[in-house]
């Protein structure tokens, strides 16, 4: 199978959007978020590979899902949900989580995505007149004809994604669009900041407000415990008594302390679902950990190689220049009490980080905008005069004091934090 094949789902992102599509197809980056959780759950039986797909002229294709084909014709490949024949023609449906336009019109990605299936068919030999798109949202299937106009717009979609593909860096992104506000990418493309810093946009930023993951930790604290796996959901069990289990998807980590044994099948389910795991002594040191296949996010990868060549202080730099203006930020944004002095403050020592011309310097700059940052975090809390808020003033900055949480609860396994640390 070629490797420069063109998956027609990205075809589909190039469509919705061209920077969306480098990001995750020339770049190899994604994150997930509720739109994409949902859409995998619609997706779970017609990812289930099943039924015949004989050759055209062996026998008639009746119903098959989950099948994947390519086609060198157009350099494509695609995967179809499903696969109906029926008076020796065959058509792919292709389900989508949520609804049509408003007036029942498909979507122009699920459009082109779904017609470049059916041209894949084609091309392996199998009759194809149309295609149809199943919203899961509102029930409907929608019926496309493979008129002549519709294939020149798939060939011309799929030449501009390649042309797009070739670009040595992502196009632009698109300005005041609705689509961003859900895109799950949106925290890496940074639509808005982008515009501005380009004044491509009048109206100042939205501002971003981070989603609360739903994944949390899990801590597993009693000796002699077994981590394992069953029917998507992680098992904590001691001689063969289960203490606890929790659902795959609601993990962000897995942390084992002391004695306690983690089976080959968790550790495969942990690291295809992008969950680190890291193995701790009784007392809470970091023996090592592992997690599954790295990025493939080749610029970052090119840039980090070219960033050690330099062998000089900028990158530093540039990092605390960067932590001291993002710590300014939080002040700005979030501080309920006047802290116009600190900001002040901070924005001059960010411009001395940036010509700092030796490692002593840079660390001096550092330290003295981490206390003027802790000395204001206060002014962030809800009220200084509350118990957190009086308890940080008093107590400060503590580098490495540390303590136990009374939880009783985590001495086996617990999804909440076990060790609060303040630094």
């Not at 380009?198 to 739903?214: N, S």
Request: with cysteine; hydrophobic share 40%; proline share 6%.
């Amino acid at each position: 199978m070629n490797a420069d094949l063109l998956p027609a789902r990205m075809v589909n992102e190039f469509v919705y959007c061209p920077r969306l599509f480098y990001l995750e197809w020339v770049e190899a980056r994604f994150a997930d978020n509720e739109d994409t959780r949902l859409g995998s759950q619609v997706h779970r039986r017609v990812d289930t590979e099943s039924g015949a797909v004989p050759l055209p002229d062996e026998r008639e294709l009746r119903t098959a899902r989950s099948v994947t084909l390519s086609s060198e014709q157009l350099g494509v490949i695609a995967k179809l949900d499903v696969v109906e024949g029926a008076g020796g023609t065959v058509v792919p449906v292709d389900y989508k989580k949520g609804s049509p336009q408003a007036y029942g019109a498909p979507w122009p990605s699920d459009e082109i995505q779904v017609c470049l299936q059916a041209l894949v068919l084609r091309d392996n030999g199998y009759p194809c007149e149309q295609a149809e798109l199943y919203y899961a949202q509102t029930r409907q299937r929608l019926s496309i004809r493979l008129t002549q106009e519709r294939v020149s717009g798939v060939r011309n979609a799929v030449a501009d994604a390649r042309t797009v593909a070739d670009r040595a860096t992502a196009p632009l992104p698109l300005v005041d669009s609705p689509k961003c506000v859900r895109c799950s990418l949106v925290g890496l493309c940074l639509p808005d900041e982008t515009n501005a810093l380009l004044a491509r946009r009048e109206q100042p930023p939205r501002r971003l407000v981070p989603l609360a993951p739903d994944q949390r930790p899990v801590y597993v604290t009693e000796p002699g415990s077994f981590v394992g796996v069953k029917s998507g959901r992680l098992e904590i069990t001691r001689n063969k008594e289960k203490l606890a289990s929790f659902r795959l998807i609601d993990i962000s980590q897995l942390a084992v302390f002391g004695r306690v044994q983690v089976s080959t099948q968790a550790l495969q389910e942990c690291f295809a679902r992008d969950i680190p795991v890291l193995w701790l002594s009784s007392g809470g040191w970091l023996h090592g950990f592992a997690q599954g296949q790295p990025s493939k996010y080749v610029e970052l990868r090119r840039r980090q190689i070219a960033v050690h060549a330099q062998a000089e202080a900028g990158f530093a730099r540039r990092m605390v220049a960067g932590k001291i203006a993002n710590c300014r930020t939080l002040l700005r944004r979030n501080a309920r009490g006047e802290v116009a002095d600190y900001l002040d403050a901070l924005k001059r020592l960010a411009g001395q980080a940036q010509a700092a011309d030796n490692f002593s310097t840079l660390l001096g700059i550092e330290g003295a905008a981490a206390r003027l940052y802790f000395g204001a975090f206060p002014a962030m809390l809800a009220s200084t005069a509350d118990s957190i808020g009086a308890n940080f003033s008093h107590l400060g900055r503590n580098r490495r004091r540390r303590s136990i949480s009374s939880t009783p609860y985590f001495l086996f396994a617990t999804r909440c934090l076990p060790r609060t640390w303040s630094r």
